[in-house]
């Protein structure tokens, strides 16, 4: 399985990272993988896409990397599993529910509840990111 993350500060990629370790856990494979290391042509073949991302601005997916990249997978993930995830410093999460409706018009289905950290993943948010992973790891 890919872990695919847009991170501006860190947070978001020590999330992906903390995911990928769960899903390992679980014994199954997973690779971190940076949005601007992958194309949507790379994730055609994943059974489950992992994508995260921070909010950014006002609660808003970053407009020249995240916000391409969503609007591709319109077409191309009809009838996969997706699993999202990020990290947020203000606001209410808004920009994650927004994703989760977009994600779910394109004919996904959410594996769960879109993950979201404050900041920093650290403590108890370092465990609810692994167990993500392992929850993940189960739908595989």
Do not use: H
Not at 6 to 15: A, L, R
Not at 35 to 57: C, H, Q, R
Not at 98 to 106: F, N, Q, T
């Amino acid at each position: 399985m890919k872990v695919v993350y847009w991170s501006q500060t860190g947070n978001t990629e020590k999330m992906a990272n903390l995911i990928a370790q769960g899903i390992k856990e679980a014994g199954k494979e997973a690779e971190v993988v940076s949005l601007s290391d992958i194309t949507v042509d790379d994730l055609k073949n994943e059974e489950i896409i992992i994508f995260g991302n921070p909010a950014y601005g006002a609660e808003q997916l970053e407009e020249s990397e995240v916000e391409p990249f969503v609007d591709c997978l319109e077409g191309n993930i009809e009838g996969k599993k997706v699993a999202l995830f990020g990290s947020w410093g203000w606001g209410e999460g808004e920009w994650m529910k927004e994703l989760e409706e977009k994600i779910e018009s394109y004919g996904a289905t959410l594996i769960a509840e879109g993950l979201t950290v404050k900041e920093l993943p650290e403590g108890e948010d370092e465990t609810r990111c692994i167990e993500f992973g392992k929850l993940i790891a189960k739908e595989a």
